[in-house]
């Protein structure tokens, strides 16, 4: 299945979660045997022969498409969690939101520098969490071979927010 047979099997939202917003639910296509593979399949193609040691997934939605992507590259698994999530020693970044703040984690021991990792996240929107866990990754010292993104909302330029990385989305709004 190509992009644009995805594209139909994600649901438009209007007013969620808050009016004037229109969401982007992917729980059709990950319900869909063959639209669930071929999604999977299409991100991981574009990273097979970049030798990536680790997937690096941001909560909750990125975990979905994280894991089987790891797998397919024989890779590792790393989470991005929101605070008070993981059990050990963690490092942290704070990062603004459109009101407020935010905190993601990870395991202090999770990379090594130098290591090549690929983030995953079901989609960009404004880019904030997506620039919060470049630079997390930058204080491991990790080197980000590129971010993949299922869907890709452009008219809010997030991907303004990722310069000197390869970005990667397969539909687009």
Not at 141 to 165: C, D, N, Q, S
């Amino acid at each position: 299945m190509d992009s644009s047979g995805l594209k139909a099997l994600i649901r438009s939202i209007p007013d969620f979660p808050i009016p004037g917003i229109l969401f982007r639910d992917v729980t059709p296509l990950l319900k869909d045997k063959e639209g669930f593979r071929s999604a999977i399949d299409l991100m991981a193609a574009n990273y097979a022969n970049k030798q990536i040691d680790y997937v690096v997934a941001i909560e909750a939605r990125g975990y979905i498409f994280g894991a089987p992507i790891a797998y397919k590259l024989g890779a590792g698994f790393i989470p991005v969690r929101k605070p008070g999530k993981l059990p050990y020693e963690k490092i942290n970044v704070d990062y603004e939101l459109e009101y407020g703040t935010n905190t993601l984690e990870m395991h202090a021991d999770a990379l090594a520098n130098g290591e090549r990792v690929l983030v995953v996240d079901d989609l960009l929107a404004t880019g904030g969490t997506a620039a919060a866990t470049a630079q997390l990754l930058k204080k491991f010292g990790a080197h980000v071979v590129g971010f993949a993104f299922l869907v890709e909302l452009t008219a809010l330029g997030g991907r303004a927010k990722l310069p000197g990385v390869d970005v990667r989305s397969f539909i687009e709004y």
